[in-house]
């Protein structure tokens, strides 16, 4: 039961995180995404921008739907500190590389819809993820350390 609250406790942390301090990078992370795909992708902008978009749209949809409707208010379930605190990341680099992981997990899901539909190269749209996901996160941290609006 332990690990089971342990893990909701941190879907639930990400959430909050994603909905404070995560908007940086998720900002971040769409601009490098954009980049990646118009320019190695050989995209044309304007659908790109909406590709993108709807990726990252979908993915907090998916994310808040899940935590909102099934933790919250299916589930009943209150985010409370307690003793046990080894699911909370220790700083704002772990948090933003967590919350990079899962609108991965969820954005792959997306294109993964869309692959059958479009010309969509799956493994080359999957590196874009990670990596601009990563480039995001690093450089939301060190935006938020830079400026000294540490959490």
Do not use: H
């Not at 933790?71 to 009943?76: A, G, I, P, V």
């Not at 699911?87 to 680099?93: A, E, I, Q, S």
């Not at 967590?98 to 969509?120: D, N, P, W």
């Amino acid at each position: 039961m332990n690990l089971l609250r342990s893990a909701i406790n941190f879907i639930l942390d990400m959430w909050l995180w994603n909905m404070t301090w995560g908007w940086y990078q998720v900002f971040l992370s769409l601009i490098f995404m954009w980049i990646f795909i118009v320019f190695m992708g050989r995209m044309k902008s304007g659908p790109a921008l909406l590709l993108i978009l709807g990726s990252y749209v979908s993915a907090f949809a998916v994310y808040s739907l899940f935590v909102i409707g099934v933790l919250m208010y299916w589930l009943q379930w209150e985010w409370v500190v307690d003793s046990i605190t080894t699911y909370v990341p220790v700083n704002v680099l772990v948090a933003s590389l967590y919350l990079g992981a899962i609108y991965t997990f969820l954005q792959s899901l997306f294109f993964v819809m869309l692959k059958e539909k479009y010309c969509i190269v799956f493994p080359m749209i999957l590196i874009v993820i990670v990596v601009s996901n990563g480039l995001g996160a690093l450089l939301a941290t060190y935006f938020i350390y830079a400026l000294e609006i540490t959490p």
